[in-house]
Every structure is written in C-alpha cells, then in structure tokens.
C-alpha cells in the first residue's frame, strides 16, 4: 500500500521545527521513519503534514553528561547500540537494543523515534523506565524534561503535547557494583517482545538486596515499573524461596488482554519465568563484581 498524500517539509534547526508544529497542527515529525511509514502505508497514521529533522545537527550526538546517557533524536539504533562510551555508563543499552528488529532497521531507525512511538512491545520505552530516565521536550514555551513514568500513558499514546517534539532522551547510568540483566521472548529475533523484562540490583556489604529496580513490556499497555516484585526481593539474600517468590508477585502485572501471539495466562507465565531469570543474572553479577 502506499501513504496517502501530504506536505514534506524540512527543518534546520529545533525552533524551525517547533515553529512548523505550530502552523502545521496535526503534522508529524519524521526521524528515521522505521515506524512511522509503515504505519502511513497501512493508513493506521494519516498525517497532512511530515517535517523531517535529519537536517538539524544538535540532534545527531550521543553525549555524556553527569555520567548520563543523552540521545539526540535522530541518533539511530545502530549508533547508540555501538557506542562504547553509552554501553559503560549504561550496559543494558546494548543488551536491549540487540534485540531491536533487525540490524538494517537498527542504521535508520531512532531510539527516540522508538520512545514517542510508545509501543507497549518495544524494549526501549521499558529500558528508559527502568533506568529512571527522561525525555525532553521542546515547545513554542520553551523546554520540559518529563520523566519516563509520566510520559508512557498508553499504547502508542504519549503526554508530549502536539506543538511540541521530544529532542533527546536521557538514560542514567547504573549505579556503581550493580548487577544488571534483561530477556525476552518472542515469536522471532527481531520481533516485538510478548514479554520482556529487565532488572538492576545492589547488593549491601551483608550480601542483601539494598535497591532493585524492575520493568517490563508486552505485557501491559504501556511499560510498567514491578513494585511488588522489587519489595519482596529488597532486604533479602536472594535465596531460591525468593526468586521464587519474585517470580510469583510479577505475574499479576500482565494485564494484556488475549490475542493472536498470546494469551493474558501465558503473559504471566514468562512474566514469572523472565523475572526469575534475570534476578539470577543481576544478582550473580554483583557477586562476580
């Protein structure tokens, strides 16, 4: 199929694109278009109106600041995954992204593009989540920082507001000594997750969980934190009871409704099964560390 028919227009610079947002409502920004044109050539996303931002150079960088990880917008897959200076602030950047589609999407496609898309499958939404990380948004009032829980409201549905584009994402570093891990399942390599899962864990001088942070994807309508997962291990020696355990209180948050890849049971069933594995993982890496 083919797109319907609209304006292309091109911006130089972040204030041109905010200022073609606003005289343009209902326009689109176009990155790397991995998600947006397929969904234009299936008629599910009908824009009048696409401005494309390859053509602004402070979007392009990978940057480190405070020891973060900020991703200009039109910073593709592949760039972010290979980077070196990301992947030791930040390992489970790379981890996750090879599990991105396939590595000729990884050249076009943007992580940034990836987070405003919002697939509640994606891995990258879930890994800003999970590292405590942000967005920033620039309006025609100025700039905004909105933290990955508030931005995340639905299923490819967002809070950044429609005169406004998001110019970079922030992923913070993991803290020092802690054990990280992240799986999936899916149908096959390269496809949106059924259900995903990652984990980092610091362990105290006495050998007991001190914080842990856990999230995951494809099974829910957005990205969602683990809380309960995260209170039973916190304050324990990780023990087999307690992975157990943490596997068990995961499964109430698949909340995905029946469809052709899964049912809601089944959900919860590598919901569990991921979130013991990379509890294991995390934790082994801190003892190794």
């Given amino acids: 199929m083919k797109p319907p028919l609209f304006d292309y227009l091109v911006a130089r610079s972040s204030d041109e694109a905010v200022r073609l947002l606003s005289e343009h409502p209902g326009a689109m920004i176009l990155a790397g278009g991995q998600s947006l044109i397929p969904a234009m050539n299936f008629r599910l996303a009908s824009p009048a109106t696409l401005i494309d931002i390859n053509r602004i150079p402070d979007l392009s960088s990978i940057d480190i600041v405070d020891g973060n990880v900020r991703v ?7 760039d972010l995954e290979q980077s070196d200076a990301a992947f030791a602030a930040n390992p489970l950047l790379r981890t996750a992204l090879h599990h991105v589609a396939h590595v000729p999407i ?3 496609g943007t992580t940034v593009g990836s987070l405003c898309h919002a697939d509640a499958a994606a891995e990258m939404p879930m890994i ?3 590292s405590g990380g942000w967005v920033t948004a620039a309006g025609p009032s100025g700039r905004r920082d909105i ?3 508030e931005f995340f409201e639905f299923h490819m549905t967002t809070s950044r507001g429609e005169d406004e584009m998001i110019v970079s994402a922030t992923f913070p570093a993991l803290p020092a000594g802690a054990g990280h ?3 999936e399942f899916a149908r096959r390599k390269g496809d949106y997750a059924i259900a995903a899962v990652g984990a980092i864990i610091e362990r105290g001088e006495d050998g007991k969980v001190s914080a842990a942070r856990l999230a995951a994807c494809g099974i829910a309508s957005r990205p969602v934190r683990l809380p309960d997962v995260e209170a039973a291990i916190v304050g324990t020696a990780l023990s087999d009871a307690d992975v157990a355990l943490a596997g068990e209180r995961a499964k109430e948050a698949a909340t995905a409704p029946d469809d052709n890849n899964a049912t809601t049971a089944y959900r919860k069933h590598l919901l569990a099964s991921l979130t013991r594995r990379v509890v294991r993982e995390a934790a082994d890496m801190t003892r190794e560390g």
């Fill in 106 to 108: 990884r050249n076009r």
């Fill in 181 to 183: 891990a992240f799986a």
């Fill in 128 to 130: 800003l989540l999970l």
């Fill in 147 to 149: 933290a990955a829980d």
């Fill in 72 to 78: 200009g917008a039109v910073v593709r897959h592949r």
